[in-house]
């Protein structure tokens, strides 16, 4: 079965020091890897993806992942932590055939304190 | 442009109760997807539809429908609702060709059963 998973269900960080949000997926073929992040009663807003190529993709409001294959990982990274990241973050899966079903995480809360 | 557009944006229903979600997609897709997100979990796959067909299906009883009209918007109808369908309820669109690439989800659709 394929899936998703975060295994933190929060990180804390303070302001100004890197984060690290961390996804293992298990997917059929060549997955393609998602980052999402929702604010309180709002919808999911893209952060970035993994298709094919480079392992480091960079994202939206300076966020990065990286693809790693052997380890099954696809981990959210930011080198300088601001307050207004604290939000709920998903990290999702895609097949290889455009079903549009993603796979998504039960989710990690990112608090980040002043 | 508008971005996916969904609603109502929060209905409360009774246990038993029919309801119907309506999604928009932006101007220029044709695909729709319809996902459900529990309190406290990932969303989860329902319906992709595209070009009036469906083209997908996750694992949700029949009494979850979906449909598409002609202007690529898009119908979620739950009959005989649980306690256990209260959820938020997002639609995602993407344009030709770019399927899971260029997915935008809407901001969802609340529902409460009472």
């Known amino acids: 079965a394929q899936s998703v998973a975060q295994p933190e269900d929060q990180v804390n960080v303070a302001e100004g020091n890197p984060l690290t949000v961390k996804c293992t997926y298990s997917v059929s073929g060549n997955p393609y890897l998602f980052w999402y992040v929702q604010y309180p009663n709002r919808g999911l807003q893209f952060l970035l993806k993994y298709i094919t190529g480079d392992n480091l993709v960079k994202g939206s409001y300076g966020f990065e992942a990286e693809f790693n294959k052997s380890q099954t990982s696809f981990h959210l990274k930011k080198p300088s932590a601001l307050v207004s990241d604290s939000a709920l973050y998903f990290c999702?899966?895609?097949?290889?055939?455009?079903?549009?079903?993603?796979?998504f995480g039960q989710g990690t809360t990112l608090q980040v304190k002043p | 442009d508008a971005g996916v557009t969904q609603s109502p944006t929060h209905l409360i229903k009774t246990r038993g109760q029919q309801v119907t979600l309506r999604c928009s997609p932006i101007s220029g897709h044709k695909s729709v997807s319809w996902y459900q997100q529990v309190l406290g979990q990932g969303p989860q796959f329902i319906f992709q539809?595209?070009?009036?067909?469906?083209?997908g299906r996750g694992n949700f009883p029949d009494r979850f429908s979906a449909r598409q009209f002609p202007n690529y918007s898009s119908e979620l109808n739950v009959n005989a609702l649980l306690l256990g369908d209260s959820a938020l309820y997002l639609c995602?669109?993407?344009?030709?060709?770019?399927?899971?690439?260029?997915?935008?989800f809407g901001s969802g659709t609340r529902l409460t059963v009472v």
């Open positions: 539809y595209y070009e009036k067909e469906e083209r």
């Open positions: 999702a899966a895609g097949g290889s055939s455009n079903t549009g079903k993603l796979i």
């Open positions: 995602a669109s993407s344009a030709p060709g770019q399927g899971l690439y260029g997915y935008t």
